[in-house]
């Protein structure tokens, strides 16, 4: 049976001041405990077997066009359902091309794609980042040499990173908020050495809590986990949900942000583990979707509507505070702000009173 957090329809009256009523996400599965993840070794954390240029440049290169497959593929799929409503595109760099050619005189650039005012989607971004031969400042080496003791990470080497996010901000206050998101980092250091790491994940940020639902999306990636990385030590269904707990919280509210599902960072680049990126993103859609379906054709209340409204407050809050992705993309001397906060070309009479200006 449906729960309201807290069960604040009986209160008849929305405050700022009522805590999340989310049981911890341990409650929807069972969930050891752990401390933070040990750092890799050096070793493990370079390519696996593959410690040259042709193979590390192959194995980014597949991705990047996994990524670019993959845009396009959800994007179908949401506007099939969406009668009508259709995704703006925001293409810049090698992408800035409306027929969808590649400047191939550029290394890096990406594309926004924004949905608002769907029947399903009220505001949503499904956006795509390419950056080639990037040169590491002073403070993101450091940041790299702190969080994965790696010494030989400095000052001027040379990255590339891809990645593909989405999130979508549902109109019904029934459909849960789902964000996903998975990425490459590779670095070539002064020493010719090629070291490259994913991260990604997928969560779900309901305001109406139905079990069922987040038991069976839970499933789906535990279900992954265990086909795809059977041995794996340091990266189980487990810890990374564990970890999803940890990082989507607020700690001045003493909150989570939702009921969670994975999320993995500094994970070694190696055949196994892309075909095990691959797969979280193929179930993105197959995770959400069957609560769409099950959800979006519910009555609400305009109370639970403006009870949803609300709680993407604390959405933003987290994104401002304490996201990494946020912080990393505004920290160049020149960000493309729209592009981090996934508004790409916004109608401007589209309301921004709805609670959806910001939908990273």
Same mark, same amino acid.
């Given at each position: 049976m449906q729960r309201t957090l807290f069960r604040c329809l009986k209160i008849g009256l929305f405050s700022s001041s009522f805590v999340l009523g989310y049981l911890p996400p341990t409650t929807y599965v069972h969930a050891s405990s752990r401390s933070k993840t040990p750092a890799l070794s050096t070793a493990s954390k370079s390519v696996e077997n593959k410690n040259t240029k042709q193979s590390s440049g192959i194995l980014f290169d597949e991705f990047v066009d996994f990524l670019q497959q993959k845009q396009n593929e959800i994007i179908g799929e949401i506007e099939s359902i969406e009668n009508g409503s259709k995704f703006s595109r925001d293409g810049w760099g090698i992408f800035a091309q409306e027929d969808g050619c590649i400047d191939t005189s550029l290394k890096s650039g990406g594309i926004t794609r924004?949905?608002?005012?769907g029947g399903i989607i009220e505001k949503g971004a499904c956006s795509l980042t390419v950056i080639k031969e990037g040169v590491l400042s002073a403070d993101r080496a450091a940041t790299i040499r702190a969080r994965q003791s790696e010494d030989v990470v400095v000052a001027g080497d040379v990255y590339s990173a891809a990645a593909l996010s989405l999130v979508f901000h549902t109109r019904s206050p029934l459909v849960p908020t789902f964000r996903s998101d998975v990425r490459i980092f590779m670095v070539? =250091? #002064?020493?010719?050495? +090629?070291?490259a790491w994913f991260g990604g994940g997928a969560d779900l940020t309901p305001y109406y809590l139905f079990e069922n639902d987040i038991r069976a999306f839970h499933n789906m990636y535990r279900d992954l986990c265990q086909e795809l990385l059977p041995n794996h030590a340091e990266f189980t269904y487990e810890t990374m949900k564990k970890d999803c707990d940890d990082y989507f919280y607020l700690p001045a509210?003493?909150?989570?942000?939702? =009921? #969670?599902?994975?999320? +993995?960072?500094?994970?070694?680049?190696?055949?196994?583990?892309?075909?095990?990126?691959?797969?979280?993103?193929?179930?993105?859609m197959p995770s959400w979707l069957p609560i769409v379906k099950a959800?979006?054709?519910?009555?609400?209340?305009?109370?639970?509507?403006?009870?949803?409204?609300?709680?993407r407050g604390r959405y933003?809050?987290?994104?401002?505070?304490?996201?990494?992705?946020?912080?990393f993309g505004l920290a160049n001397s020149n960000p493309r702000v729209e592009g981090v906060m996934s508004r790409g070309k916004v109608d401007r009479s589209f309301k921004e009173s709805q609670g959806v200006g910001v939908v990273r």
């Open positions: 924004v949905i608002q005012g070539r =250091t #002064g020493q010719g050495k +090629f070291l509210r003493n909150e989570h942000r939702g =009921t #969670g599902g994975i999320f +993995f960072d500094d994970m070694m680049a190696s055949e196994t583990t892309l075909a095990f990126v691959k797969g979280v993103a193929d179930t993105w959800r979006g054709q519910e009555k609400y209340s305009e109370q639970q509507k403006q009870w949803q409204l609300l709680r933003l809050e987290f994104n401002l505070l304490y996201d990494r992705g946020v912080k």
